[in-house]
């Protein structure tokens, strides 16, 4: 059974940082995509960044600069480290880790920029 708990949210004002991070069991970790995705109050979840299992990011145009994803294989672990937060971060956060006909998510976590 596939299992992704998130830890690291919460409240922040402008400015600051916060480091998110997901841990998976119960799936070959390293041969996954890992992503991050968020989901403000009445939209719809988009995709924040993502690391290939060879180590390629990407990431949404307003978060670059701001945001680091990185992964570490050994410890079945992403991580998502937010500096220079804006209240427009607001959101739940998931991870989710792909490979072709399999797509898992965590349970979100909720960080919340104060101005």
């Known amino acids: 059974q596939v299992q992704l708990v998130e830890t690291g949210g919460g409240l922040v004002q402008a400015g600051g940082s916060l480091s998110l991070s997901c841990t998976a069991s119960?799936?070959?970790?390293?041969?996954?995509?890992a992503r991050w995705y968020s989901q403000a109050p009445g939209k719809q979840r988009e995709l924040v960044a993502l690391?290939?299992?060879?180590?390629?990011?990407t990431y949404q145009d307003s978060v670059k600069g701001r945001f680091t994803i990185s992964r570490d294989n050994a410890k079945n672990t992403v991580y998502l480290q937010m500096n220079s937060l804006k209240p427009e971060d607001t959101a739940v956060y998931y991870c989710?880790?792909?490979?072709?006909?399999?797509?898992?998510w965590g349970q979100g976590t909720q960080v919340t920029v104060s101005s």
């Open positions: 989710n880790f792909f490979r072709p006909g399999r797509n898992y």
């Open positions: 119960g799936l070959i970790f390293s041969i996954h995509v």
């Open positions: 690391i290939t299992s060879g180590g390629t990011t």
